[in-house]
């Protein structure tokens, strides 16, 4: 599994990253709004991790982008990635077109229930990646 991130903070990008390290996804990044979509133009994607609130282009105009598409991309699945707590963000997320919101810190296993993975069987903890 290829995944984005699309957030400002490199710390934030550093944990997501050990974190999918574990079960064994990869994880390109971008620092910024513009980037991401460079990279979503230039590369396949799996789904898109992505931050609201960036410098320059916020998260909901990358969505609104993304949605705008006229090709495949355009149902790329992106989960946003905030530490926004207001109360009815989620709706507005999802209005905007996000498949999914997780808040930050976000635990591990938020992430993967998000991305639609199990890292770990029940039994032995193998991963099944």
């Given amino acids: 599994m290829k995944i984005l991130f699309v957030e400002d903070d ?5 944990v997501v990253r050990d974190m999918l390290d574990v ?40 969505i609104r982008r993304v949605r705008a598409r006229d090709d495949a991309k355009r149902t790329l699945p992106i989960i946003v990635v ?19 919101v997780l808040f930050k810190p976000v635990a591990m296993d938020a992430l993967f229930d998000a991305i639609g993975r199990d890292p770990c069987r029940p039994c032995g903890g193998d991963l099944i990646f």
């Fill in 10 to 14: 490199a710390m934030n990008r550093r």
């Fill in 23 to 62: 079960a064994g996804a990869t994880m390109a990044e971008a620092d910024c709004a513009e980037a991401g979509l460079q990279r979503i133009d230039d590369e396949a994607f799996d789904l898109v991790l992505l931050d609201l609130r960036m410098p320059g282009m916020d998260g909901f105009e990358v």
């Fill in 82 to 100: 905030t530490a926004d707590t207001a109360i009815d963000l989620t709706d507005r997320c999802i209005a905007a077109g996000a498949d999914e």
